[in-house]
């Protein structure tokens, strides 16, 4: 007779798991200990934002599904990997890089990946292979997605219109408003879909994991769990506006309330689960934990726990401390903003209400300036350090809210490039209009890094937070620049603006020179 293939037992054997498993869960809670702000920073977030309110599922969910797999996880022996430790210290690298530019998204990701380098670390890559998809599954809590809000508006604007057009209904578009013979209408931020993007991503993955086993049909589902509420908030838009073209905005308005909100995102969800059980695969078992246990079989590991679970704390215990430190330094002493008036502008009285929301910067200035006629604002904002609340580059340093109570709007942001002075200058470039009759508004943006005009906020916030960690000048300056226009075109106003951007740079540099040293 021929020998039978060796089968898993039927009872997974100890293989040494009680020390590493206490060791790796007091890993694990001392480092939520010591990166407590970063967490609480998504705790906070799950609590006040309806968006991310499913943060709070995905640690126990993941704790589920490697609880449900128990037992074969059981026969895989824990080891220590130093090679964990090296994914820990670049985790934490990133992390001080991110605290220090003050970008919590990236901080909670370094933090989420310190998490899973110290299972790594302390219990062996086997494990991770095995429980590849519970661990990965914690990145979900991480709350991303804020940067998608205003992209994903022009995406719901850009389906309802069309759809419009499509159903035979003729639509005046500026930006995310739009006009049709019963009314108008606009696209805010609790109509861009991204709540109903994030839970879609989140539940498919899920979903796709529990249900299919091959890897490739996985990711298929994950994708499409993306995709296909994009169309479907569109839809929802839409149907919205016909509502109120044919039947009255307050039906419109109680609709979106009452049934187009989590209902038609539910009935969305159920229709791809039920389309995506056509190929399911749940009845085979996980391919990847029986490969990692023939991996795992016939190696001996002599490397003790005790040494490298310290290693883990050592390592990842740099980074807060030096954080800490960064942020006890005080802060230079620093003159009023002042800008004296060059190139024939004067100062003048304020012209206008509006003024751009730039929050914590260490000296301001507001000051409105006419020639011939014409009228510029200027707003200045001075950061002498970046740190939490205080940042040049900030999500929270906008133009104008997309809130509907917001008395001014924004009608189109672009980047685009200027001529200043005979050089050409990247600007961010912005149309407001106003709702309570006090006209529109070309405004003109950039930053001043290193005294160079920038309009990349990506590496803007890499370069400060480079700065910031390697001891540097982390300083900057948000010029701003605003002038009246009339009706569509802004060739006029741009103008105005290139030649008091031109006449005014010298005198703006001399006040840099004069706050920041030289």
């Excluded at 809210?401 to 961010?428: A, C, F, L, M």
Aim: charged content about 15%.
């Amino acid at each position: 007779m021929s020998a039978l293939p060796e089968v898993l037992p039927a009872t997974a054997p100890r293989n040494g798991w009680r020390l590493p498993a206490g060791l790796t869960t007091g890993i694990l809670l001392l480092l939520a200990a010591g990166f407590w702000p970063t967490l609480y920073s998504m705790i906070e977030i799950w609590d006040r934002s309806e968006t991310y309110t499913h943060g709070y599922l995905i640690f126990p969910i993941s704790a589920w599904l490697i609880w449900r797999m128990r037992a074969e996880l059981a026969r895989i022996r824990p080891h220590p990997d130093l090679r964990g430790l090296i994914l820990l210290a670049a985790a934490g690298a990133a992390w001080l890089l991110a605290d220090a530019g003050s970008v919590n998204v990236a901080a909670q990701y370094a933090f989420i990946t310190m998490l899973i380098a110290a299972v790594w670390a302390l219990l062996g890559w086997t494990f991770v292979r095995a429980a590849f998809f519970p661990l990965m599954f914690l990145l979900f809590a991480v709350p991303v997605g804020e940067f998608l809000i205003y992209p994903l508006m022009q995406v719901t604007a850009d389906l309802t219109v069309t759809l419009l057009q499509a159903t035979g209904i003729p639509v005046y578009r500026e930006g995310t408003f739009f006009s049709i013979p019963s009314g108008d209408w606009s696209v805010i931020e609790a109509c861009s879909g991204l709540r109903y993007l994030i839970a879609s991503v989140t539940l498919g993955s899920l979903y796709a994991y529990l249900t299919y086993r091959s890897w490739g049909r996985r990711l298929v589902f994950a994708v499409l769990s993306g995709i296909v509420p994009l169309f479907a908030n569109g839809v929802r838009a839409y149907m919205i506006v016909m509502i109120g073209h044919l039947a009255g905005m307050e039906y419109a308005v109680g609709v979106d309330h009452l049934i187009y909100g989590w209902v038609f995102f539910g009935f969305v969800m159920l229709l791809l689960f039920w389309i995506g059980g056509f190929w399911r695969e749940d009845g085979r078992p996980e391919p990847g934990v029986a490969t990692a246990v023939a991996a795992d079989s016939g190696r001996s590991y002599a490397r003790p726990a005790l040494p490298v679970a310290i290693a883990t704390l050592l390592v990842a215990g740099l980074w807060p401390v030096y954080a800490a430190w960064l942020t006890a330094r005080p802060l230079p002493a620093m003159p009023v903003l002042q800008v004296e008036a060059q190139g024939g502008w004067q100062p003048s009285e304020a012209f206008v209400t509006w003024v751009p929301h730039w929050v914590g910067a260490d000296r301001t200035l507001r000051q409105s300036y006419s020639q011939a006629g014409r009228k510029v604002l200027l707003a200045l904002d001075y950061y002498a350090t970046q740190r939490q609340g205080a940042e040049l580059i900030n999500s929270q340093n906008y133009m104008v809210s997309q809130s509907k109570y917001e008395h001014w709007i924004n009608i189109g942001e672009k980047q685009r490039t200027v001529d200043i002075g005979g050089q050409p200058r990247q600007v961010r470039q912005a149309r407001l209009e106003s709702r309570d009759g006090q006209g529109r508004l070309l405004v003109w943006q950039w930053n001043l890094i290193h005294r160079r005009p920038t309009v990349n906020d990506p590496v803007g916030k890499l370069v400060l937070a480079r700065d910031r960690v390697l001891l540097k000048r982390d300083d900057g300056l948000s010029v701003l620049i605003a002038t009246p226009y009339e009706g569509r075109e802004t060739e006029a106003a741009s103008a105005t603006l290139a030649r008091f951007a031109a006449g005014m740079e010298p005198a703006i540099a001399h006040a840099l020179d004069r706050i920041d040293g030289p």
